[in-house]
């Protein structure tokens, strides 16, 4: 398992015999002996990745997070909907399709959850469905994805049929995955068109990040969800609203946030959030006939958040905010 130090970056190894679980909160595991002996926690917010020596669908599910690098989307959808049984199906000898619930086959029990084989598939067969269907701007495959991830009634199923999706399957955060999954849902809704649906859980994931709370990843990525809207929307004036409010929550976060790597983290989110408002503001003066004014206007607003301009304007902070500000603002992205 490999863990990040919270306070000076530093990533670690740590070696177990057994990885008990994965939820929001915690990772579990025994270190000494599989299946025997006390468990112990390592918060999820410090955890970078889990690496398991398991065979055939270990090399599966690292060969789907190769393609999704790739931007192979569709290659890792075909290989994570074999692993993970679910989605739709043919029927061999009438060629009928019919839809496969994910949840079909799970462990029953009160401590029963399904096994991490299965866990990882079906998330990365949801997330690679949703980045095909967004690359391919495809509202069929969104569908699709949108049945993997959340637990809805399958459309046109012959009796009534849930999909099993991931974050019914994996409810209140039994999964390590569940905040990117219940990101990725508000993504595809917007996708759809389905904009007050996108709102409800861009919102549920800004409290569940103060609540749980989850990495602050997650609290940039719920405050940008209305900027991602109204642009969808072709609302550019309120895209920019909503993604300067955005900078100003993580700004927020910035200024409590008392762990140094986390910290810069939000620095970093903090510039980023300010370029999408840019970004579309430059649109918006590309397509004005007021367009050398507008540049001009939005130069002039470059410059003000180029590093030792935010040190400036920034300057009451204490100097470890400052520093997240300015460090966050020369990240490449």
């Known amino acids: 398992i490999e863990v990040l130090d919270l306070e000076t970056c530093e990533v670690k190894t740590v070696r177990v015999a057994e990885v008990v679980s994965e939820t929001w909160k915690n990772v579990t595991v025994r270190k000494k002996r599989k299946g025997k002996g006390a468990t112990e926690d390592i918060p999820s917010i410090t955890v970078l990745s889990v690496k398991r020596a398991d065979g055939r669908t270990g090399e599966a599910i690292d060969g789907a997070n190769r393609e999704i690098r790739r931007r192979n989307f569709k290659e890792a959808a075909s290989l994570m909907k074999s692993v993970s049984g679910g989605g739709y199906r043919v029927q061999a000898d009438t060629g009928e399709r019919f839809y496969n619930s994910f949840d079909a086959g799970d ?32 509202k069929r495959i969104l569908g699709e994805a949108l049945l993997a991830l959340d637990d809805v009634p ?27 999954a219940l990101n990725l849902k508000a993504l595809t809704l917007v996708g759809l068109g389905k904009y007050d649906e996108a709102e409800k859980a861009f ?3 800004a409290d569940f990040a103060v609540e749980i709370p989850l990495h602050p990843r997650w609290s940039f990525e719920a405050a940008i969800g209305p900027g991602i809207i109204r642009e969808a929307q072709d609302d550019e004036s309120g895209a920019i609203d909503a993604y300067n409010a955005a900078a100003g929550k993580v700004l927020a976060l910035v200024k409590r946030e008392l762990r140094g790597c986390l910290r810069l983290e939000l620095g970093r989110l903090f510039s980023r959030a300010q370029v999408m408002a840019t970004a ?10 007021n367009k050398k004014a507008l540049l001009a ?7 003000g958040a180029r590093p030792e301009n ?14 997240a500000l300015v460090q966050g603002a020369r990240d490449p992205m």
């Open 107 to 138: 462990p029953k029990g009160k401590n029963s959850r399904p096994s991490w084989q299965s866990e990882y598939s079906h998330f990365l067969y949801a997330k690679a469905l949703y980045l095909q269907g967004t690359a391919e701007e495809d």
């Open 203 to 205: 919102k549920e994931l």
């Open 154 to 180: 399958v459309p046109g199923a012959k009796e009534k049929q849930s999909s099993g999706g991931f974050l019914g399957r994996f409810s209140g955060g039994n999964s390590r995955f569940y905040p990117e």
């Open 280 to 289: 579309v503001k430059l649109r918006q003066a590309e397509k004005s006939p």
């Open 297 to 303: 206007k939005l130069r002039t607003e470059l410059e």
């Open 310 to 323: 935010l040190r400036r304007k920034y300057r009451t902070l204490p100097k470890a905010a400052q520093d």
